[in-house]
């Protein structure tokens, strides 16, 4: 109770010209825009909470828009369905307040963002995708009236998994081309393969968290063999920063190090992610060939920037890896033809690698041609607001 009211604000937001939705990945939408525009940020981790007078007063006009039919079939119960309605009611009458030109947001699948981009139609609502978004998950409610998407993909894909995009915008990732340069020629690697680890960490070992785990354990176990084998030179890329919430997992009994050591032993280097500099796109560019167990959206990237991919899907279900075209997909748990594939991996050219996967390449992550995706978003966020 103590912590919920020093979230509580009783002031006016002043008017802004956008609002940033969610604070995850803010300082990348602040870079998109133009300096001239005011912004505010609504925060969603804890969120602050305001109250005046003339929030209540639109609050209230705004009841009758409370859905009893969402209420009563909401998927936690009536109460949580309550708490959702009023919830969901309480931003959209903030939003009203500070009077924005538009309202951006990092985080493409958050409920509350998705329930007033589709509620809401006198305000643009623009989205940044930030990370695959697979069949199995089934987002009861995603909407979006303008999405920068990763790639064409996204607009035949989407439809089928029963999302909403009014608008898209194919342009590669964002974070992405803040970090990687295209270049004409590769440069020279430290690495044979770099492994992406899908680490999911402590979040209570749903069922999707045990076939990740269980895909990459027959992974690793099969490229830990090929490594020490063939004196291949391979990194482990952690998904979490050491000491983290998620560096340990309770039902595993081990942190993301250990079960990585435990199965290559010294044969590879452990290198610790760095969210900051985000270090995980130079060992990209460093790297002949990109793997992971299970599916991640860093692999999308790296391949956007024609480089050598490969996901190993050992889950038996293409729920996970449906969305991939089957040349990047690999199955094969025996170790004749696990190794026989890698080998063909390594070995084939940078240029006959991009000639027989260019087209893909551009499909899953369409990059503007000068790789200036800051720019590109830019400029059609000015030109979506000016015919609004």
Not at 184 to 213: A, F, T
Not at 240 to 248: C, G, I, K, M, Q
Request: include cysteine; glycine fraction near 4%.
């Amino acid at each position: 109770m103590r912590n919920l009211f020093k979230r509580l604000k009783f002031v006016i937001p002043k008017h802004s010209d956008f609002i940033i939705f969610d604070e995850v990945g803010s300082q990348y939408l602040l870079k998109i825009i133009n300096k001239r525009h005011s912004v505010y940020i609504i925060k969603q981790r804890p969120p602050d909470y305001f109250i005046n007078f003339s929030l209540i007063g639109i609050f209230l006009t705004s009841l009758p828009k409370l859905s009893l039919v969402k209420i009563y079939n909401h998927p936690r119960g009536i109460l949580v369905g309550v708490l959702s309605e009023v919830r969901l009611i309480y931003y959209h009458s903030l939003i009203l307040l500070i009077k924005p030109k538009a309202v951006l947001t990092f985080i493409d699948n958050h409920v509350i963002f998705n329930e007033l981009s589709k509620n809401l139609k006198k305000i643009p609502f623009i989205g940044i995708q930030n990370g695959l978004r697979l069949v199995h998950e089934k987002a009861r409610n995603y909407h979006v009236q303008h999405l920068f998407s990763f790639g064409n993909n996204e607009s035949t894909y989407f439809k089928n998994i029963g999302y909403e995009v009014e608008n898209y915008y194919p342009c590669g990732s964002l974070i992405a081309s803040q970090h990687i340069r295209k270049k004409e020629e590769p440069l020279s690697n430290k690495y044979d393969i770099l492994i992406v680890s899908c680490w999911r960490g402590n979040i209570g070992y749903p069922i999707d968290q045990v076939d990740s785990m269980n895909s990459m354990r027959e992974m690793d176990t099969l490229m830990s063999k090929y490594i020490k084998k063939n004196n291949i030179k391979a990194a482990v890329a952690f998904r979490n920063e050491r000491d983290s919430v998620h560096w340990f997992v309770p039902e595993i009994g081990k942190n993301e190090e250990e079960y990585f050591h435990d199965i290559y032993g010294n044969s590879i280097d452990l290198i610790d992610v760095d969210f900051k500099s985000r270090n995980i796109y130079q060992l990209i560019l460093k790297s002949n060939l990109i793997v992971s167990g299970f599916s991640t959206s860093v692999l999308l990237e790296a391949y956007g920037f024609q480089k050598k991919i490969m996901y190993y899907n050992f889950t038996n279900k293409d729920i996970y890896h449906s969305i991939f075209d089957s040349s990047i997909v690999s199955d094969k748990s025996d170790y004749k033809s696990f190794s026989k594939e890698l080998d063909e991996l390594i070995k084939i050219g940078y240029h006959d690698y991009i000639k027989q996967h260019n087209t893909n390449m551009k499909n899953y992550m369409t990059f503007p041609d000068d790789n200036n995706v800051t720019k590109f978003i830019s400029t059609k966020i000015d030109q979506i607001i000016n015919k609004n």
